[in-house]
């Protein structure tokens, strides 16, 4: 069974930094992508960024350049660190693992960021 779990959410001033990362195991196939999505209540789910097995990431508008993905092929992880973290930037935040057949998301992860 796949499993999927973030952690790293909190709360964080306007300005500030927070790191999410997310964790996939018990996967027999490979995982081809890795990736953060967020949804705010009454909103659909949205796209922040993701990175392909050995490519290049991929950024939302509304955070390139202040957010940077990373992840760890060997270990199965993705890391989110977010930098000059706006209000806006608040909702919960899920990780999304995709192999050639499936696509898995994590519980989230919940990002406040208020002064």
């Known amino acids: 069974q796949v499993q999927v779990v973030e952690s790293g959410g909190g709360l964080v001033q306007p300005g500030g930094s927070l790191r999410l990362s997310c964790a996939v195991s018990?996967?027999?196939?490979?995982?081809?992508?890795m990736g953060w999505y967020r949804q705010a209540p009454g909103n659909q789910r949205e796209f922040v960024a993701d990175l392909t097995r050995g490519g290049t990431p991929d950024y939302a508008d509304s955070v390139r350049g202040r957010f940077t993905i990373a992840r760890d092929n060997a270990k199965n992880t993705v890391t989110l660190q977010m930098t000059s973290l706006k209000p806006e930037d608040t909702t919960i935040y899920y990780c999304k693992a995709n192999t050639n057949f499936s696509e898995y998301w994590g519980r989230g992860t919940q990002v406040t960021v208020s002064s």
């Open positions: 018990g996967s027999m196939f490979t995982i081809y992508t």
